[in-house]
């Protein structure tokens, strides 16, 4: 029992590692000084932070998506709490049913949904508005509830899952309602110049500042719904 | 009582005619569309075909994405398995202020969205990326590899972006075996060894087929990640189904791509249900 925890240690400390880098390297990459993305960056310098006013399509896109994941959060709360509750608290005849039912989206391909909502939206003229967004993001979020114990965490769980979302924003985005996650990934689709690092950078300081937020309030293994066992 | 029922139901009436209006009823139209024949030159919609999906399965292009989904599908599971068992179990042993750092590190890189953890992989993987800069550094190769748009880096980053499911789902499963059954082992004259491959292995494998189905699941209908790191040439399901409806408006056969998966995903979780009831795990699942 000596030695093999120091190989354990040694392994969890290098998937760590593996887990860590692409962010990290986003990170200082996006420091760089050259005209070109590398790793290690050449020179120091926020530049391309600065840069990023420039192109005020990110700065619309970063507005679109906070009020899209926060109305989403909001209404998958109102409707999935009352529904989790009664899944919990109550048996009756098809409980299991509907509790898979509400369950399944968590399963279905990404790309599924958001083929299945963009023809429906087309059908109904709901196309390419925020408000399409948000229905489509209610489908993936209403869940929630049901598998975070507690109100808060299922909200801050739904504006995060909301925000960060791309495969179905990708379907649902119009010209003047593309989140930002959806902005990015076309702008690296197509170059993947340093703006992209400085931009990507922000949102990981973002998820950083959510994470700490998080952990000091609700505790971020609650949020995700693990069973504490322990403390 | 009767009163109290009623009040019971109304609660459950909005977000039940959410998920039937916005949701059952977009794939059950998507799921018609499939078997609607299209024309590429008129874009107008002809009747009721099973064209779609004999065009798909009779097809050794597309199969061989179906192939090539599914073979990045059990790479990606098989190596979040390695990396994350040992993960897992260190995670299940450790205790207090270092559990919770552990926890930290494996729940945190959840929150960043999908698009930028793909991206810093282009970053790493780059021609003037993090591997390539050491291996020209080292005077390994001489010119970059080519690392970006290949098979490969799929794998690498499906594996890193779902990695956290499978090693959470493994350590619920070490979290919950009684730590005296261990104890009872070792007084039996078990190794510590002995122990771990015939106590505690056998009852975290219902963590494992978890972790595996939800790794599995998430990789084949992943979109995002093999798109920027495969790019167009190494094609998955959803890009193909992505594109065929969204960029070559041809609806009918890209609902029908997209049902071809979900029947594979759909086929993974009911055998995954089938284990959980009466497999070989009967007795170790809860």
């Known amino acids: ?101 509400f369950l399944s989206p968590l399963m279905l391909p990404a790309v599924v949904l958001g083929i299945a909502l963009l023809q429906f939206y087309t059908l109904v003229g709901l196309t390419r508005t925020p408000l399409a967004l948000v229905f489509g993001h209610l489908i993936i979020t209403i869940t929630l509830p049901l598998v975070r114990p507690g109100v808060v965490a299922g909200a801050t769980f739904a504006v995060i899952v909301s925000f960060d979302d791309v495969s179905v924003a990708l379907f649902l985005a119009g010209p003047h309602s593309t989140t930002l996650p959806v902005r990015i990934f076309s702008y690296i689709e197509q170059t993947f110049d340093p703006l992209a690092t400085a931009v990507c950078s922000v949102l990981i300081l973002i998820a950083l500042a959510a994470v700490l937020v998080i952990e000091r309030s609700i505790g971020l293994g609650r949020m995700f719904g693990e069973e504490t066992t322990h403390d | 009582m009767k009163s109290g029922r009623l009040a019971v139901a109304l609660l459950l009436v909005p977000p039940l005619v959410v998920f039937v209006g916005l949701y059952l009823l977009p794939l059950a139209n998507i799921f018609v569309l499939s078997f609607f024949g299209f024309d590429r030159n008129t874009g107008r919609l002809g009747g009721v075909t099973l064209a779609n ?163 599995f699941t998430l990789a084949t209908s992943a979109f995002i990640t093999p798109a920027l790191l495969g790019g167009p040439r190494v094609k998955v399901m959803s890009f193909l189904a992505y594109q065929q409806s969204l960029l070559l408006s041809d609806w009918p056969y890209g609902s029908a791509i997209a049902f071809v998966l979900l029947a594979i995903t759909g086929t993974a979780v009911l055998l995954y249900l089938r284990l959980l009831e009466r497999g070989r795990f009967g007795v170790v699942f809860r």
């Open chain 2, 53 to 215: 999906y004999g065009k798909f399965l009779g097809d050794p292009f597309y199969l061989g994405i179906l192939w090539r989904t599914l073979k990045l599908g059990v790479a990606s599971t098989a190596l979040a398995l390695v990396l994350g068992y040992p993960v897992a179990y260190y995670l299940s042993r450790a205790r207090g202020r270092r559990r919770a750092y552990l926890m930290l590190g494996i729940l945190a890189p959840l929150l960043v969205s999908v698009v930028v953890r793909s991206f810093g992989w282009l970053v790493i993987l780059g021609p003037n990326g993090l591997v390539n800069a050491t291996l020209t550094s080292l005077r390994l190769v001489d010119e970059p590899l080519r690392l970006l748009y290949t098979e490969t880096a799929i794998v690498l980053g499906l594996t890193h972006v779902f990695l956290s499911f499978m090693v959470l789902s493994i350590a619920a499963a070490l979290d919950r075996i009684d730590p005296a059954l261990l104890r009872a082992a070792q007084n039996l004259g078990a190794s510590p060894r002995q122990a771990f491959v015939r106590v505690v292995l056998p009852l975290s494998l219902p963590g494992v087929a978890a972790g595996c189905l939800i790794v």
């Open chain 1, 1 to 101: 029992m000596r030695r093999a925890p120091t190989l354990l240690g040694a392994w969890t400390a290098a998937v760590y590692a593996f887990v860590m880098a692409p962010i990290v390297v986003v990170l200082l990459a996006s420091l760089t000084a050259a005209e070109y993305t590398s790793f290690p960056p050449e020179g120091l310098s926020l530049r391309w932070y600065l840069a990023i006013p420039e192109h005020p399509e990110f700065l619309e896109s970063f507005r679109i998506s906070l009020v899209v994941a926060l109305v989403t959060g909001a209404v998958a709360t109102a409707l999935g709490t009352p529904a989790a509750l009664v899944l919990v608290r109550h048996r009756f005849r098809g409980r299991d049913a509907l509790n898979a039912f």
